[in-house]
């Protein structure tokens, strides 16, 4: 029904999904985690495979290390609440897009839109249906 949507309808069809951190077994590598998108692997993998962009969406943090005596560290997390969006996966998300887009831009629609090079519809008949 998503291609009826684009392809019948014109439509560009945006989804949102929650994340979930899990165990990723990498077979090069000691096992870490990652943010998946919070589905049954099989469908989170058709809906990848599917879409023309994957973003990852996540505050901007830096951390900082701090003693509190007694030889101890302590590791905050520090943000001012500023938001950003990948487009590219990296080993604690996963992410793509089909249309050359930087790796990251902040999280704002109009930087969004500003960056796509076309939001991609493939049936003209559904724009000639409305003109007529």
Same mark, same amino acid.
Do not use: C
């Given at each position: 029904?998503? %291609?009826?949507?684009?392809?019948?309808?014109?439509?560009?069809? $945006? !989804? $949102?999904?929650?994340?979930? $951190?899990?165990?990723?077994?990498?077979? +090069?590598?000691?096992?870490?985690?990652?943010?998946? $998108?919070? @589905?049954?692997?099989?469908?989170?993998?058709?809906? !990848? &495979?599917?879409?023309?962009?994957?973003?990852?969406?996540?505050?901007?943090?830096?951390?900082?290390?701090?003693?509190?005596?007694?030889?101890?560290? =302590?590791?905050?997390? @520090?943000?001012?609440?500023?938001? =950003?969006?990948?487009?590219? +996966?990296?080993?604690?998300?996963?992410?793509?897009?089909?249309?050359? @887009?930087?790796?990251?831009?902040?999280?704002?629609?109009?930087?969004?839109? %500003?960056?796509?090079?076309?939001?991609?519809?493939?049936?003209?008949?559904?724009? +000639? &249906?409305? &003109?007529?």
């Amino acid at each position: 029904w998503l %291609d009826a949507l684009r392809n019948d309808r014109g439509m560009t069809v $945006i !989804q $949102i999904a929650h994340t979930d $951190i899990r165990r990723f077994d990498d077979p +090069e590598r000691d096992p870490y985690d990652r943010y998946l $998108i919070k @589905l049954h692997a099989r469908a989170s993998a058709l809906l !990848q &495979e599917h879409a023309d962009v994957v973003l990852f969406a996540n505050y901007r943090i830096s951390t900082v290390k701090s003693d509190v005596g007694f030889n101890k560290k =302590v590791t905050r997390a @520090l943000g001012s609440g500023a938001r =950003v969006l990948y487009t590219k +996966e990296r080993p604690a998300f996963l992410a793509k897009n089909r249309f050359n @887009l930087p790796d990251s831009m902040d999280l704002d629609w109009s930087v969004f839109a %500003d960056a796509m090079p076309h939001f991609p519809t493939t049936n003209k008949s559904a724009t +000639e &249906e409305k &003109e007529a």
